[in-house]
């Protein structure tokens, strides 16, 4: 009898793993606070924050594990609850932000996992936002299509049409052709749709996650996940490790169909891309982060606070290695809010977006332009950032690829851009694959 007492609870905290940490991991998170701890109504944070115990702070992150290394944080979001409205926010955290990380100096967020795991990842988030994480959640993403499969898929919007080609990829030819509209899709099709590379870089790649997250959570909240719950339950627990308690995963529960109802806000860490070399960077805007810290909680930044901030602002902004080339401001990003009716109007969206037309850049400053250094040659992608600025096109950011022996430089941008590629002072062949006004560079060792 014990046995069985013991597997059905073993079972039950599975499967509330299944129906919660799913959404967990796609950023809808809700909490009812009550069990074990005990903490005053509103404590003042070591950067003088005000928290209310009404608010609960979620680690999110996504982990790429490698059979060779420790593996990086390709996800990082911190998800913020109002427990008793019954409301949840997301505030994602671009892999490229530069903060520093203790006993690594400044470095890209991604690499606090690799330094130290899920706790130095931990204190790096918590002090670039200024508040404490309640719970961490880490999800190994390369169950990430298994975990889709076992959906049986979700449906999703798709906003633009999305072709890139590589059949050199790591993993052994990457194909990625997706139209506009609403679609279904498979765990395979989803990574396609995730790992979309566009001229906006890695916030062009964080809105998507986004737009994914919400098709994650109506799929999950229908009635036709049931059937497929014991396969999603196998899936999640070799994939899920978090602390967050039994009591808080049923609290959770409760309170999802009112996130749903509410609707849910996302949005990205304030700050401007910037590189040195060949290495991307967000340089994250302090102050305005501790104000949306805040105002997510409903409050305004105290002057202890605000003293804080600034005195973190002035050590940042001294900390900045000389040749960092900073570019566009993007501080006021833009906000996103999921809904039970916006879902419901997806597909009269859908048909409304794919007749939408997106205007033909008429230079190349309406062009926004990404690299990717692929051939191995240190500072290549900085080199040709130079080059095309030089021109007049908008470069949004430079990257280093997970490879360093392409053979030959390729464009990737919509046919209607075509003329203003003319005339590269290096060979490339280009592709047609995204908007008008978008274009990813993917550099060759013909480069040099």
Same mark, same amino acid.
């Given at each position: 009898?014990?046995?069985?007492?013991?597997?059905?609870?073993?079972?039950?905290?599975?499967?509330?793993?299944?129906?919660?940490?799913?959404?967990?991991?796609?950023?809808?998170?809700?909490?009812? *606070? !009550?069990?074990?701890?005990?903490?005053?109504?509103?404590?003042?944070?070591?950067?003088?924050?005000?928290?209310?115990?009404?608010?609960?702070?979620?680690?999110?992150?996504?982990?790429?594990? %490698?059979?060779?290394?420790?593996?990086?944080?390709?996800?990082?979001?911190?998800?913020?609850?109002?427990?008793?409205?019954?409301?949840?926010?997301?505030?994602?955290?671009?892999?490229?932000?530069?903060?520093?990380?203790?006993?690594?100096?400044?470095?890209?967020?991604?690499?606090?996992?690799?330094?130290?795991?899920?706790?130095?990842?931990?204190?790096?988030? @918590?002090?670039?936002?200024?508040?404490?994480?309640?719970?961490?959640?880490?999800?190994?993403?390369?169950? !990430?299509?298994?975990?889709?499969?076992?959906?049986?898929?979700?449906?999703?919007?798709?906003?633009?049409?999305?072709?890139?080609?590589?059949?050199?990829?790591?993993?052994?030819?990457?194909?990625?052709?997706?139209? /506009?509209?609403?679609?279904?899709?498979?765990?395979?099709?989803?990574?396609?749709?995730?790992?979309?590379?566009?001229?906006?870089?890695?916030?062009?790649?964080?809105?998507?996650?986004?737009?994914?997250?919400?098709?994650?959570?109506?799929?999950?909240?229908?009635?036709?996940?049931? /059937?497929?719950?014991?396969?999603?339950?196998?899936?999640?627990? $070799?994939?899920?490790?978090?602390?967050?308690?039994?009591?808080?995963?049923?609290?959770?529960?409760?309170?999802?169909?009112?996130? %749903?109802?509410?609707?849910? =806000?996302?949005?990205?860490?304030?700050?401007?891309?910037?590189?040195?070399?060949?290495?991307?960077? *967000?340089?994250?805007?302090?102050?305005?982060?501790?104000?949306?810290?805040?105002?997510?909680?409903?409050?305004?930044?105290?002057?202890?606070?605000? @003293?804080?901030?600034?005195?973190?602002?002035?050590?940042?902004?001294?900390?900045? /290695?000389?040749?960092?080339?900073?570019?566009?401001?993007?501080? +006021?990003?833009?906000?996103?809010?999921?809904?039970?009716?916006?879902?419901?109007?997806? +597909?009269?969206? $859908?048909?409304?977006?794919?007749?939408?037309?997106?205007?033909?850049?008429?230079?190349?400053?309406?062009?926004?332009? !990404? =690299?990717?250094?692929?051939?191995? =040659?240190?500072?290549?992608?900085?080199?040709?950032?130079?080059?095309?600025?030089?021109?007049?096109?908008?470069?949004?950011?430079?990257?280093?690829?997970?490879? $360093?022996?392409?053979?030959?430089?390729?464009?990737?941008?919509?046919?209607?851009?075509?003329?203003?590629?003319?005339?590269?002072?290096?060979?490339?062949?280009?592709?047609?694959?995204?908007?008008?006004?978008?274009?990813?560079?993917?550099?060759? %060792?013909?480069?040099?």
């Amino acid at each position: 009898m014990r046995v069985r007492r013991r597997r059905r609870r073993n079972l039950t905290r599975v499967y509330i793993l299944a129906v919660i940490l799913v959404v967990i991991v796609t950023g809808v998170v809700a909490a009812n *606070w !009550f069990g074990s701890q005990e903490v005053a109504e509103n404590i003042e944070t070591q950067s003088g924050i005000q928290k209310s115990d009404n608010y609960l702070h979620i680690m999110v992150m996504g982990v790429d594990r %490698r059979n060779d290394d420790a593996g990086r944080s390709d996800t990082l979001m911190a998800v913020t609850v109002n427990k008793d409205a019954g409301t949840a926010q997301i505030l994602s955290l671009p892999r490229d932000t530069r903060v520093q990380i203790e006993g690594n100096g400044y470095d890209k967020i991604n690499h606090a996992y690799a330094y130290g795991g899920h706790k130095l990842t931990r204190k790096t988030v @918590e002090k670039l936002l200024g508040v404490p994480m309640d719970y961490y959640v880490l999800v190994d993403i390369q169950a !990430f299509e298994r975990i889709i499969d076992a959906l049986d898929g979700v449906d999703i919007n798709v906003e633009k049409r999305m072709y890139y080609e590589d059949p050199w990829d790591d993993d052994g030819g990457l194909v990625i052709d997706l139209y /506009p509209g609403m679609q279904h899709m498979d765990g395979k099709k989803a990574i396609q749709y995730v790992r979309f590379r566009d001229g906006e870089g890695d916030i062009g790649r964080i809105a998507r996650q986004q737009h994914f997250m919400q098709a994650v959570m109506e799929k999950m909240l229908s009635p036709s996940v049931v /059937p497929k719950l014991p396969k999603l339950m196998e899936e999640i627990q $070799s994939a899920v490790e978090t602390d967050m308690p039994l009591t808080e995963m049923v609290s959770l529960a409760q309170l999802l169909p009112s996130i %749903r109802e509410h609707g849910m =806000i996302s949005e990205m860490v304030p700050g401007s891309p910037a590189y040195l070399e060949d290495i991307s960077y *967000w340089l994250p805007d302090i102050m305005k982060l501790r104000q949306l810290v805040a105002s997510q909680m409903n409050t305004e930044l105290a002057d202890s606070a605000l @003293e804080s901030a600034q005195v973190l602002v002035k050590e940042y902004e001294a900390s900045l /290695p000389k040749g960092i080339t900073v570019m566009a401001e993007k501080s +006021d990003t833009a906000q996103t809010k999921s809904s039970k009716s916006a879902s419901e109007e997806g +597909d009269k969206e $859908s048909k409304t977006e794919t007749k939408a037309k997106v205007a033909k850049a008429s230079g190349p400053e309406g062009i926004s332009v !990404f =690299i990717i250094n692929d051939s191995g =040659i240190n500072g290549a992608a900085a080199r040709m950032a130079d080059k095309l600025r030089a021109k007049g096109f908008n470069v949004t950011g430079v990257d280093t690829g997970r490879k $360093s022996d392409r053979a030959h430089t390729i464009i990737v941008t919509d046919s209607s851009n075509t003329d203003w590629f003319y005339g590269m002072p290096f060979a490339c062949t280009i592709m047609d694959g995204g908007e008008p006004n978008e274009a990813v560079i993917y550099i060759g %060792r013909d480069y040099e």
